[in-house]
């Protein structure tokens, strides 16, 4: 079965960079959500999107937007990045929120290093 | 606001023992709803389970079990006859009943690394 695809998987940047993170959800997918995890700790929720409005906002820097395109693919821009920036990122998909079989589902994580 | 506890840092069993995982919940909402997923060393987080607040069966998948408690507010999971390819960090998560229009999103607990030596 198809999952979610995140690219790159890996990413180099040095600090004051920008950056910028994709996201393909599962096909039929329409809700798409950001997380962040740094070494050794849990996920930590940044942003959603349904059908390509933004739905909730957790801990997102300010220097970081993100937005869902029409195709339901969605990016995470990150500028003037920082050392404490380094971390996996991580894109879920989901169903409809409103359906009984909402689960997310996650990609395979971009893991950032800022030098 | 909701919060998930997992007081277990760190289990090492051997091979073939059965280990159970603890999760503590907390939230005010009265519909909501449990995960567990896996993190190997590889990376990626893995679904394991997803259960309702309305819902308090217990579930049994091969060598995984899942005990759901409202009482306790408690979701323990259970891995019995435990293998290496088991060792992973393990996460419980909790998302609250979604309001219109809004997207859930999910509350980690800390995770409890798992090591299953042969």
């Known amino acids: 079965a198809a999952g979610v695809i995140q690219s790159p998987r890996h990413l180099i940047k040095e600090k004051r960079e920008t950056a910028t993170l994709k996201c393909y959800p599962i096909?039929?997918?329409?809700?798409v959500y950001w997380y962040q995890q740094g070494p050794g700790q849990d996920p930590q929720f940044l942003i959603s999107?349904?059908?390509?409005?933004?739905?909730d906002k957790g801990s997102i820097p300010d220097r970081f937007s993100a937005q869902q395109f029409s195709d339901y693919h969605s990016e995470l821009n990150m500028s003037s990045l920082e050392l404490g920036d380094s971390a996996l990122y991580f894109c879920?998909?989901?169903?409809?929120?409103?359906?009984?079989?909402?689960?997310?589902?996650f990609g395979p994580g971009t893991r950032l290093t800022v030098l | 606001a909701q919060k998930v506890t997992q007081a277990q840092t760190e289990i090492s069993v051997v091979e073939k023992e059965d280990v159970t995982l603890d999760c503590v919940y907390e939230t005010r909402d009265t519909t909501y709803y449990l995960f567990w997923y896996k993190q190997p060393p590889s990376g990626e987080l893995v679904f394991l389970i997803r259960?309702?607040?309305?819902?308090?069966q217990n579930e049994i998948s091969g060598r995984y079990s899942w005990n759901f408690q409202k009482s306790t507010s408690s979701f323990n999971f259970t891995i019995t006859a435990s293998q290496v390819v088991d060792s992973a960090v393990y996460f419980c998560?909790?998302?609250?009943?979604?309001?219109?229009?809004?997207?859930?999103?999910?509350?980690f607990g800390s995770g409890t690394q798992l090591t299953v030596l042969p």
């Open positions: 096909p039929r997918h329409d809700t």
């Open positions: 259960r309702n607040s309305f819902d308090e």
């Open positions: 999107f349904y059908e390509k409005m933004q739905s």
């Open positions: 879920a998909s989901s169903l409809t929120p409103a359906s009984s079989t909402d689960t997310q589902y």
């Open positions: 998560a909790l998302s609250e009943a979604l309001l219109s229009g809004s997207a859930r999103q999910l509350t």
